[in-house]
């Protein structure tokens, strides 16, 4: 029973909801990306990606996500936290992980054509990276997405 209750607070329970997320994204005609801000344990932000209702370039899952846990914890830092999106942060939302001094940033799958790896590593030196968690997943929904786009 224990093991149980602990995996309610696994990276893929937090990765199930940013998960969820991009699906809002999805069906509102958005890049289904999605992302959720936890720290001690506890969803603090969630957010998908919004450029097109909000006609605004910056309005990334991982932005919003950012504005709501500094609003909500009433600090720009964001030392213990974690980010958990769906897909490997852009150059902009790494950059700006950076700057929040996030703890972890856990992402689905890679983006090889605009991810921020392609031109190195840009997150904060004592910020760790994981990535893979629901990969397959979030790139079918990715696939999916930009597959109904082309026809």
Same mark, same amino acid.
């Given at each position: 029973?224990?093991?149980?209750?602990?995996?309610?607070?696994?990276?893929?329970?937090?990765?199930?909801?940013?998960?969820? #997320?991009?699906? #809002?994204?999805? %069906?509102?005609?958005?890049?289904?990306?999605?992302?959720?801000?936890?720290?001690?344990?506890?969803?603090? %932000?969630?957010?998908?990606?919004?450029?097109?209702?909000?006609?605004?370039?910056?309005?990334? !899952?991982?932005?919003?996500?950012?504005?709501?846990?500094?609003?909500?914890?009433?600090?720009?830092?964001?030392?213990?936290?974690?980010?958990?999106?769906?897909?490997?942060?852009?150059?902009?939302? %790494?950059?700006?992980?950076?700057?929040? #001094?996030?703890?972890?940033?856990?992402?689905?799958?890679?983006?090889?054509?605009?991810?921020?790896?392609?031109?190195?590593?840009?997150?904060?030196?004592?910020?760790?990276?994981?990535?893979?968690?629901? !990969? #397959?997943?979030?790139?079918?929904?990715?696939?999916?997405?930009?597959?109904?786009?082309?026809?």
């Amino acid at each position: 029973m224990a093991t149980d209750f602990l995996s309610i607070y696994s990276d893929e329970s937090f990765m199930q909801q940013a998960y969820t #997320q991009a699906k #809002q994204a999805y %069906a509102e005609g958005e890049v289904p990306i999605g992302a959720v801000i936890v720290a001690n344990n506890r969803i603090i %932000a969630k957010a998908y990606n919004q450029t097109e209702k909000l006609n605004d370039v910056t309005a990334h !899952a991982e932005m919003l996500a950012f504005t709501a846990a500094s609003e909500y914890l009433g600090n720009k830092y964001l030392h213990d936290c974690t980010l958990f999106v769906t897909v490997e942060p852009c150059v902009m939302c %790494a950059g700006a992980s950076y700057w929040a #001094q996030l703890k972890r940033v856990v992402f689905g799958t890679s983006e090889p054509k605009r991810g921020y790896r392609r031109v190195g590593n840009l997150l904060h030196p004592k910020t760790e990276m994981v990535s893979g968690i629901m !990969a #397959q997943e979030c790139a079918d929904l990715m696939a999916a997405f930009f597959a109904a786009k082309r026809n």
